[in-house]
């Protein structure tokens, strides 16, 4: 089993950044593909990004390409995800979960453990 806590959100102007962190406890993190999910008022949970075991596949949403990166440090049992060039449409609650899959997965019922998530705000 895998509990998982989000850091590092907060209100951010337009052209921003922000570094999100999700601390894993247990002593298997590196067994786990892990993913950024968010979910907006009124809308859908929607994938942004996902890290396989290793790190060295990743996948992301395309309208975070070449804004945001996902990284994890399985030594530290915590994945990142850097966010660039923020958008206010990138406004949402951001959690982070976990796989067993091997690969990176877009689905979020695919993912068994969630973090409580850690609200972004973008003001424009």
């Known amino acids: 089993q895998v509990q998982l806590v989000e850091s590092g959100g907060g209100l951010v102007q337009a052209g921003g950044s922000l570094r999100l962190s999700c601390a894993a406890s247990?002593?298997?993190?590196?067994?786990?593909?892990l993913g950024w999910f968010r979910q907006a008022p009124g809308k859908e949970r929607e994938f942004v990004a996902a890290?396989?075991?290793?790190?060295?596949?990743?996948d992301y949403k395309d309208s975070v390409k070449g804004r945001f990166t996902i990284s994890r440090d399985n030594a530290k049992n915590t994945v990142y995800l850097e966010m660039n060039s923020l958008k206010p449409e990138d406004t949402a609650v951001y959690s982070c979960?976990?796989?067993?899959?091997?690969?990176?997965?877009?689905?979020?019922?695919?993912?068994?453990?969630w973090g409580q998530g850690t609200q972004v705000t973008v003001s424009s």
């Open positions: 890290i396989t075991k290793s790190g060295s596949n990743t």
């Open positions: 979960a976990a796989t067993s899959r091997v690969v990176p997965i877009t689905q979020w019922r695919e993912y068994r453990y």
């Open positions: 247990g002593r298997t993190f590196s067994s786990y593909t």
